[in-house]
């Protein structure tokens, strides 16, 4: 079973910055299709950002120019730094590792904006 660890969840004011990662095992992270997605109260999970194991990155429409997905292959780790943040990035973010057909899900963590 894939192990995804996530951190860097928390309370941030309008306007700040978080960094949530993300780590799994070397032998997943060198094929897998790496990402970030969200899910608010009320609302269907939604992707974030991807990175493939090349580097390729995708991101949504309300998140592209503030938040900026990468990985650290020596780490087995993804990040995504999040700035400008405001009251709608308020979700629980969820690491998800795709490969072919297969993924996997992270616990969740917790972002609130707020102030």
């Known amino acids: 079973q894939v192990q995804l660890v996530e951190s860097g969840g928390g309370l941030v004011e309008p306007g700040g910055s978080l960094r949530l990662s993300c780590r799994t095992s070397?032998?997943?992270?060198?094929?897998?299709?790496m990402g970030w997605y969200r899910q608010a109260p009320g609302k269907q999970r939604e992707l974030v950002a991807a990175?493939?194991?090349?580097?390729?990155?995708n991101y949504a429409d309300a998140v592209k120019g503030r938040f900026t997905i990468s990985r650290d292959n020596a780490k087995n780790t993804m990040y995504l730094q999040m700035n400008s943040l405001n009251s709608e990035d308020t979700a629980v973010y969820y690491c998800?590792?795709?490969?072919?057909?297969?993924?996997?899900w992270g616990q969740g963590t917790q972002v609130t904006v707020s102030s």
């Open positions: 990175i493939s194991p090349y580097g390729s990155t």
């Open positions: 070397a032998r997943i992270f060198s094929i897998a299709v």
């Open positions: 998800n590792a795709r490969r072919d057909s297969s993924q996997s």
